[in-house]
């Protein structure tokens, strides 16, 4: 599920459904999975720059980079009380933080969503773009959301064993327990919703704004709100990873 784009007459369309550009196999390309697709191989790509540069003496930039990589472990660190915690978990919530704030700056940049090509949609002929914001779609949000959710289980369990962990849930020991522990238990499937609807309707909104912006009062209005919205995708990115970090605090807990 995305934004849709401006009608070839010259009116806005918002539609939902993701855009295909074709099939592969019986299987749709929509531009928001080669967006997705282009964003990993760039992160692969100054990965592997910055990892064969590396040098023993460091130059400003190296030096920069230390700095906020390591600012960020302390952070993570400190919410997990333990150095030991934080080297287990750091690597899983910088590369989810790192990857949506990738999703959300690449959607900005100049020819997202302006080159395409034009056919049918919804019954209008229209532009649909090669490349489109990754976390304007439902998809993409719920499968990242999906990840979290599975890193946060899988951590509960393998700390405190399965039957444990699964006390925390399903609790016999009086009728008041056994509620609490079914409350606790929607609300952790509650998260999947949570997670994904935030960061979808965060990023869907601040793109449609701009798609209106552009059709509206192009050239002036635009600008700004290019710029509020990379510190939005900054902040979306953040809030993801903190909230993953800190789940995975709650459930590597001792029941009580």
């Not at 849709?4 to 369309?13: D, F, L, P, T, V």
């Not at 790509?45 to 930039?61: D, G, I, Q």
């Not at 190296?62 to 997990?80: C, M, P, R, T, W």
């Not at 998809?139 to 039957?163: D, K, P």
Request: with cysteine; proline share 5%; aromatic share 14%.
């Amino acid at each position: 599920m995305n934004v849709a784009y401006a009608a070839e007459e010259g009116g806005i369309a918002i539609h939902l459904s993701a855009p295909i550009l074709g099939h592969v196999f019986g299987i749709p390309l929509t531009s928001t999975m080669l967006m997705v697709w282009l964003t990993m191989a760039i992160l692969i790509a100054v990965t592997l720059y910055y990892r064969f540069s590396l040098k023993l003496v460091p130059n400003k930039a190296q030096v920069a980079l230390e700095a906020l990589i390591g600012g960020a472990f302390e952070y993570v660190s400190d919410a997990l009380e333990s150095r030991t915690l934080a080297q287990k978990f750091f690597p899983l919530i910088m590369s989810i933080f790192i990857f949506i704030l990738a999703l959300n700056w690449l959607g900005l940049l100049p020819g997202v969503d302006s080159i395409g090509i034009y056919k049918e949609l919804h019954g209008e002929h229209a532009l649909i773009p090669f490349l489109h914001p990754a976390n304007t779609d439902l998809n993409v949000t719920i499968a990242l959301s999906v990840i979290a959710f599975v890193c946060i289980e899988l951590s509960g369990i393998l700390f405190l064993g399965l039957w444990k962990y699964g006390g925390k849930f399903i609790n016999f020991s009086s009728p008041l327990a056994f509620l609490i522990g079914i409350i606790e238990l929607f609300s952790e499937i509650a998260r999947l919703i949570s997670f994904s609807f935030r960061l979808f309707g965060n990023i869907f909104a601040g793109k449609t704004l701009i798609v209106i912006a552009i059709f509206f009062v192009p050239f002036i209005l635009p600008v700004p709100l290019l710029a509020f919205e990379m510190f939005v995708g900054f902040i979306q990115a953040f809030i993801f990873a903190v909230l993953t970090l800190f789940f995975i605090k709650l459930a590597i807990q001792e029941p009580h």
